[in-house]
């Protein structure tokens, strides 16, 4: 058991979850908080390790384990339609993907299973799926649709291709009509047993850096352009299309693809959503 005033944050390393860190305010917690940067899949096997206390992980990786963690609430990543970084390039239309090879990325579990019952349960085909690294020619190379996330896709989406592109977000959106949350904020139970206090403290603090982050974005929009390139339009347009919150309407397109997800058999059953509430003693 890790010392008892010390929580282990992880934090994945995409663009999209940066509004709600940017604004953070370190220095009110010293050395009771260490940060713990890596992929989706990374930090969801850390989390599940013991490794890390808490952080944003893959819905899809909540919903497996959902009796160890509980929600924060207010803190996702969500969107209604298009998110610009969740996206499938084809060769052909979906409606003509069945028996097809499609190439998957490994560092994600939410999109992956989303795409999984988009063309299953909605557009009705079943294509061979391969595991790949995230690069978009040489998935194309060998494949008729290639799947690829975050900072991945994006960057894959700005290069002269001659693909069809489908946001996994967006077809989300047409067949369903509801939100979908890519990633909630996780919490381990033996974490809020041990130090409910500071796990109360972390996440007001979260809560203002997400507020900080919509009041004035452009410091994130500059870094963002910085690292990975494109114009600060892009990356304007990026964060504004993208939720942080986690709200009944979120919770309740949550709650819809985790019901898909087990009636397909992704998840061994349906996942009930566990929010955290602040039991701490009143501050």
């Given amino acids: 058991m890790h010392h008892e005033s010390r929580i282990r944050i992880g934090k994945i390393n995409y663009t ?4 709600i860190y940017h604004y953070f305010p370190h220095e009110r917690f010293g050395s009771r908080l260490e940060w713990i940067e890596q992929v989706p899949t990374g930090l969801n096997r850390a989390m ?24 924060y609430p207010e803190l996702s990543v969500s969107a209604l339609g298009n998110v610009n970084s969740l996206l499938l390039f084809h060769k052909k239309p979906l409606e003509e993907l069945d028996g097809c090879t499609v190439m998957l990325p490994t560092t994600s579990a939410t999109t992956v299973n989303l795409l999984k019952i988009v063309l299953h349960r909605f557009v009705g085909v079943t294509p061979h799926y391969v595991y790949a690294a995230p690069s978009l020619d040489t998935m194309m190379k060998h494949a008729d649709a290639a799947l690829l996330i975050g900072d991945d896709a994006i960057r894959a989406s700005w290069s002269d291709h001659p693909y069809e592109v489908s946001d996994l977000g967006g077809l989300w959106k047409r067949y369903t009509g509801e939100w979908m949350t890519f990633a909630v904020w996780a919490v381990r139970k033996q974490t809020i047993e041990a130090c409910p206090e500071l796990v109360a ?3 007001e603090s979260f809560l203002r850096s997400k507020v900080a982050g919509l009041q004035d974005p452009e410091p994130i929009v500059r870094k963002a352009q910085a690292e990975i390139g494109g114009t600060l339009e892009y990356w304007r347009g990026y964060f504004r299309n993208l939720s942080h919150d986690f709200g009944p309407d979120q919770r309740r397109g949550l709650s819809l ?9 992704l998840l061994s059953e349906d996942a009930p959503l566990r929010i955290w509430t602040d039991n701490s003693v009143t501050r």
């Fill in 201 to 203: 403290d972390v996440h």
């Fill in 257 to 265: 693809y985790f019901r898909y997800a087990a009636e397909q058999g």
């Fill in 48 to 71: 599940l390790a013991g490794e890390v206390d808490m952080g944003a992980i893959s819905s899809f990786a909540y919903a497996e384990s959902h009796e160890r963690y509980e929600l």
């Fill in 16 to 19: 999209n979850v940066w509004p």
